[in-house]
């Protein structure tokens, strides 16, 4: 079974910086759309970043070999604060998709 396994979540102060980290195997990062979701309690996920996205304060990046995906977060605010999920869609041009389990970002004043 394909698991993605995020990490590297916790509560920080407003302003710092974070990066979440995303194990998975390098078949899915290779042909699989990669991307960062967020969500809080109530509400519909989100999507953070993706490889087409290229602004903001979110940036995510691949390293195949060391089959890792990583979302580098800064200056966060409390808005930020939600459970944050690895995501592989649509992998090898299909309908197919996997999810991790989440990690909690928690970001106070």
């Known amino acids: 079974a394909v698991e993605l396994v995020e990490s590297g979540g916790g509560s920080v102060e407003a302003g710092a910086s974070l990066t979440l980290s995303c194990t998975a195997p390098?078949?899915?990062?290779?042909?699989?759309?990669m991307g960062w979701y967020r969500q809080t309690p109530g509400k519909e996920r989100e999507l953070v970043s993706a490889?087409?996205?290229?602004?903001g304060r979110f940036t995510m990046s691949l390293h195949y070999e060391e089959k890792l995906m990583f979302l580098q977060m800064t200056t966060l605010t409390p808005a930020d604060t939600a459970r944050y999920y690895c995501?592989?869609?649509?992998?090898?041009?299909?309908?197919?998709?996997?999810w991790g389990q989440g990690t909690q970002v928690t970001v106070s004043l």
């Open positions: 490889s087409h996205i290229r602004e």
């Open positions: 995501a592989a869609e649509r992998c090898w041009r299909t309908a197919t998709s996997y």
């Open positions: 390098d078949y899915i990062l290779r042909y699989c759309e």
